[in-house]
């Protein structure tokens, strides 16, 4: 069997795992752990079209890491093909702007930003270090959603506060979804190698969205901030608004700062307007049956991405591609066509044809259209493959 990647992706209570072989082109093995640190956690495995789930004693991702191992080992061909092991790291701070190989100091440099993205750097050093142990001599690489941005200039990334708050505590705008950006910026050069000198906007659409502008390869601006609430409204995140929002809801509701803070992390989006679900296809089938809430938390969903992206654009040359990806990109014609609606005055248009297709890479402009546009499926997991296996061969 040919050289295969461990991903590894520990979110605050799941852990997404894949084997990739082929130089990452090819999914061998792929799986989530889901419900950890709740009393019924599942470890699934999918291979060969089949799935099979085991049940989680201890809904750890300790655990679900060793249950991996395990199951690897009653399948040596695959463990011993095992040459790297690629983790997702959502927050990097201003310590890490490319994809590292993981030692301590690197495991420290996590813990050290672990105040922006409480839920997550935690889970990732534990999976970290029970990799460690448990596949010992592979080599192990870290790759941060927020690297991509750290290309941002200062006048980008600098919120316009007292700016000892950034000297002291490092309060800036960081940005995430940056390896999916990455892969986009390179699958586009693929299909159009002119891209890597031109203008490129990119919205990532999924549970959580956001937007970026790609100058000639490097990220010059994004939607997101500090943590993922900022910018477009998502599933559950409201996106942008007047921070004094979050006093008058405590007060009015009587609920901490903190509690608060959880209304615009996890009640809002589209769910808090549409009352229904945090989820575009629900809401798409909602619509369909007349429902006006559905179709109003879609719309508006579409017009604060286009709102961002006119916005990101002012950091480029000339706007040449606008791509969309993630679950809502990839899949919504409707939110698609929505947003390119609110593009008109910057002469984007699309084919209402080919924007009803769905699931291929594919460019989706009518003739009149000056910007290409593209639907193209986002893949975070090759790119850490990719990352992993040039810095074990470095
Ligand atoms: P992600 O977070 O990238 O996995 O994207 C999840 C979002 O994509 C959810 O809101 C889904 O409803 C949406 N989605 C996935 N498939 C479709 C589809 N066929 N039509 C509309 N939305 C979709």
């Keep these: 069997m040919s050289d295969s990647i461990l991903v590894i992706n520990c979110g605050s209570s799941s852990l997404k795992f894949a084997v990739l072989c082929d130089e990452g082109q090819s999914v061998l093995l792929e799986g989530i752990a889901d419900r950890l640190g709740y009393t019924n956690s599942t470890l699934t495995f999918k291979k060969d079209g089949n799935k099979e789930s085991i049940h989680l004693k201890e809904g750890t991702h300790k655990s679900a890491v060793a249950e991996i191992k395990k199951w690897l080992s009653d399948r040596p061909a695959i463990l011993d093909s095992l040459t790297g092991i690629g983790h997702r790291v959502v927050h990097g701070g201003e310590t890490f702007s490319q994809s590292v190989l993981i030692d301590q100091s690197v ?22 270090n029970v990799a ?43 940005g995430f979804h940056g390896t999916s950006y990455r892969y986009i910026s390179r699958r586009l050069a693929e299909l159009e190698p002119n891209s890597l000198q031109q203008g490129v906007l990119v919205a990532h659409l999924g549970n959580g969205a956001s937007t970026c502008a790609i100058n000639k390869g490097q990220s010059t601006d994004t939607s997101m901030g500090i943590t993922p609430l900022e910018g477009l409204m998502m599933g559950t995140r409201c996106g942008s608004l ?27 989006g589209l769910l808090g307007i549409s009352e229904l679900s945090n989820d575009c296809r629900t809401l798409e089938e909602a619509m369909a049956l007349g429902n006006e809430q559905a179709k109003l938390a879609l719309d508006m969903f579409a ?55 769905r699931g291929a890479t594919m460019s989706i ?19 850490i493959a990719l990352d992993t296996i040039h810095l074990i061969r470095q």
């Design 107 to 128: 495991i420290d440099g996590i813990a050290e930003c672990a105040n922006f993205a409480p839920l997550h750097s935690p889970a990732h050093i534990i999976g970290m």
């Design 242 to 268: 007047d921070p004094s929002l979050l006093s008058f809801i405590a007060e009015a509701e009587g609920i901490s700062s903190a509690d608060a803070l959880d209304v615009l992390n996890k009640k809002s």
């Design 303 to 357: 017009i604060r991405t286009a709102k961002y992206l006119v916005s990101a654009a002012t950091t480029l040359d000339s706007i040449d591609h606008l791509v969309f990806t993630g679950g809502i990109g990839e899949n919504s014609s409707y939110v698609r066509a929505a947003i390119c609606q609110q593009l008109k005055a910057f002469n984007i248009y699309i084919d209402g044809d080919k924007n009803s297709l």
């Design 132 to 174: 460690i142990e448990l596949f010992p001599g592979i080599p192990q690489v870290a790759v941060f959603d927020t690297a991509f941005h750290q290309t941002l200039a200062a006048e980008q990334y600098l919120y316009p506060i007292p700016m000892a708050l950034y000297r002291q505590h490092h309060f800036r705008k960081y």
């Design 365 to 383: 402009e009518s003739k009149q259209s000056h910007v290409k546009v593209w639907i193209i499926p986002t893949n975070e997991e090759l790119m």
